[in-house]
């Protein structure tokens, strides 16, 4: 099994920053892809960013393009979410996942084996 838990999530004024974390533990594959998935109330959960652990490559969802970054620690255990230029519209709870190793590293939640319990974005105007 694989765990993974978020923290850094909080309140911030539009215009801000915020950077969110996931340790990972547990029978987790370093070159696993691993993502970024944000749920607002009455919404479907939104994939935002996702990495592949083994080249590094990275993708963006076109809301969040250029203004967050996601990123590994070099021992590959902890992901990170920067978050800058905060919009009200960014408000959520923020989650991390993994899916199972060797897998292709696409969008669709449900692809995405391993989930963490959340961290609440909250960017007031």
């Known amino acids: 099994q694989v765990q993974l838990a978020e923290s850094g999530g909080g309140s911030v004024q539009a215009g801000g920053s915020l950077r969110l974390s996931c340790d990972v533990s547990?029978?987790?594959?370093?070159?696993?892809?691993r993502g970024w998935f944000r749920q607002a109330p009455g919404k479907e959960r939104e994939a935002i960013a996702r990495?592949?652990?083994?080249?590094?490559?990275?993708y963006y969802a076109d809301s969040v393009q250029g203004r967050f970054t996601i990123s590994l620690d070099s021992a590959k255990t902890t992901l990170y979410l920067q978050m800058n230029s905060l919009k009200p519209e960014d408000t959520a709870m923020y989650y991390c996942?993994?899916?199972?190793?060797?897998?292709?590293?696409?969008?669709?939640?449900?692809?995405?084996?391993?989930w963490g319990q959340g961290t609440q974005v909250t960017v007031s105007s």
């Open positions: 996942a993994e899916r199972r190793p060797l897998e292709l590293c696409t969008s669709d939640p449900g692809g995405f084996a391993y």
């Open positions: 547990g029978a987790t594959y370093r070159g696993a892809c």
């Open positions: 990495i592949r652990g083994g080249s590094g490559t990275t």
